[in-house]
T-cell receptor, first 114, second 109 residues
């Protein structure tokens, strides 16, 4: 069964450094999402991406965040200058079509900012 | 902005007992989704509700969307140990999709 994959599974970085979290959505899916979940807390929506552009973003998704779909398979989240409070699990998700509501989540990347 | 409140935060039940989690929004929702997250795992989509008063069932799980489209519930009949996890609702209004804080369910065999 097709799955969303994410790399790396765990990323440790120093405050102020840039990180890129990578996701490979399910092939043929059209909608892509990033979420974050601070340890023990709720899932928070960051951004959605469709047709090679951001379709929605939350107030969390400020100028230090950016997303890209550099090729036909990868979907990346870049954090330009990480802060301690960016430490969280970051989930990528994809959805096949406008008619299907189900989002398929990847296993997540645990980001630790020291 | 939109707030989605979910209660209870924790629920511990004996296997075979029923379980219900409730989700309330400060604004009218266009739809609501429910997810399950096992400990250490990622959210898994369960269902989406769109219509006012809608009720959907998946085996032992019953999902309801309130008439005013501001609240929703998930009811599990006769819980099993495999039901363990955190159940999140995620509501969408015109602008935002927001998750509730989740209800962590533990089941004692």
């Amino acid at each position: 069964e097709p799955e969303v994959t994410q790399t790396p599974s765990h990323q440790v970085t120093q405050m102020g450094q840039e990180v890129i979290l990578r996701c490979v959505p399910i092939s043929n899916h059209l909608y892509f999402y990033w979420y974050r979940q601070i340890l023990g807390q709720k899932v928070e929506f960051l951004v959605s991406f469709y047709n090679n552009e951001i379709s929605e973003k939350s107030e969390i998704f400020d100028d230090q965040f950016s997303v890209e779909r550099p090729d036909g398979s990868n979907f990346t989240l870049k954090i330009r200058s990480t802060k301690l409070e960016d430490s969280a699990m970051y989930f990528c998700a994809s959805r096949p079509s406008p008619l299907s509501y189900e989002q398929y989540f990847g296993p997540g990347t645990r980001l630790t900012v020291t | 902005g939109q707030q989605v409140m979910q209660i209870p935060q924790y629920q511990h039940v004996q296997e075979g007992e029923d379980f219900t989690t409730y989700c309330n929004s400060s604004t009218t929702l266009s739809n609501i989704q429910w997810y399950k997250q096992r400990p250490g795992g990622h959210p898994v989509f369960l269902i989406q509700l769109v219509k006012s008063g809608e009720v959907k069932k998946q085996k032992r799980l019953t999902f309801q969307f309130g008439e005013a489209k501001k609240n929703s519930s998930l009811h599990i009949t006769a819980t099993q140990t495999t039901d363990v996890g955190t159940y999140f609702c995620a509501g969408r209004d015109n602008n935002d999709m927001r998750f509730g804080a989740g209800t962590r369910l533990t089941v004692k065999p």
